[in-house]
């Protein structure tokens, strides 16, 4: 059974930092493209950044280039997402999802490709 953990969210001020981990189970993590989304209060679930397999390749959402950073620590499982600047439209819950297809080398935007998700955790950017 695969699960994934996010953490690490929670109140910071605009301008502020946050890193997100995700940790996963029940699958060789090593070998899947991760991806991060968000939905934010009344609104649709949206992508923010993912990363292939093998770490080479990041995809990033237009809102978020240049402030966000993605990467992985295949020896714990974890993927990472480094937000700094953050603004208040920031404020969402960020999921963590997995790409079941194995050494895939598209960090997708799209949440169809991924299969596994997160339960989420909550990030509040107060201006």
């Known amino acids: 059974q695969v699960q994934l953990v996010e953490s690490g969210g929670g109140l910071v001020q605009a301008g502020g930092s946050l890193r997100l981990s995700c940790t996963a189970s029940?699958?060789?993590?090593?070998?899947?493209?991760l991806g991060w989304f968000r939905q934010a209060p009344g609104k649709g679930r949206e992508f923010v950044s993912a990363?292939?397999?093998?770490?080479?390749?990041?995809n990033f959402a237009d809102m978020v280039k240049g402030r966000v950073t993605i990467f992985r620590d295949n020896a714990k499982n974890t993927v990472y997402l480094q937000m700094d600047s953050l603004k208040p439209d920031a404020t969402a819950v960020y999921y963590c999802?997995?790409?079941?297809?194995?050494?895939?080398?598209?960090?997708?935007?799209?949440?169809?490709?991924?299969?596994?998700w997160g339960q989420g955790t909550q990030v509040a950017v107060s201006s």
């Open positions: 999802a997995a790409d079941p297809t194995p050494y895939s080398n598209m960090a997708s935007p799209a949440a169809g490709r991924y299969r596994y």
């Open positions: 029940g699958l060789i993590f090593s070998r899947n493209a």
């Open positions: 990363i292939s397999w093998s770490g080479g390749g990041t």
